[in-house]
C-alpha cells in the first residue's frame, strides 16, 4: 500500500514539474498593441443605423410566431433610406 502511495505521489509531482516546466517555458504569442485612429462616421449614417436597429426582426424556427410585419417594415425602411442600393 505505502509503495503504491509514493509511485502515485511521484507521478503526480512529476506531473506538476512538467506543468510548471512549461508554463514558464511559454512565449506569448499575442500580436503588440498598436494604437488605432477613431473613424470619422457621418452623424445621418448613425442615425440610420440607430434606427435600423428597432425594428423586432427576430426570426423563429416555429412559422406560427414569424412576425411578418417587422420583416416587412424593415424592408420598406431599407428601401427608403438607401435608395441607391436597394
Do not use: C, W
Request: aromatic share 14%; proline share 2%.
Amino acid at each position: 500500500m505505502k509503495k503504491a502511495l509514493y509511485i502515485l505521489l511521484t507521478v503526480t509531482l512529476l506531473l506538476i514539474a512538467v506543468f510548471l516546466f512549461n508554463l514558464f517555458r511559454f512565449d506569448s504569442k499575442q500580436l503588440p498593441h498598436t494604437d488605432t485612429t477613431s473613424l470619422q462616421v457621418d452623424a445621418g449614417a448613425l442615425d440610420r443605423f440607430a434606427q435600423s436597429l428597432r425594428f423586432k426582426t427576430v426570426s423563429n424556427e416555429a412559422a406560427r410566431d414569424f412576425d411578418q410585419e417587422s420583416f416587412e417594415a424593415f424592408h420598406n425602411y431599407l428601401q427608403s433610406s438607401f435608395p441607391l442600393i436597394h
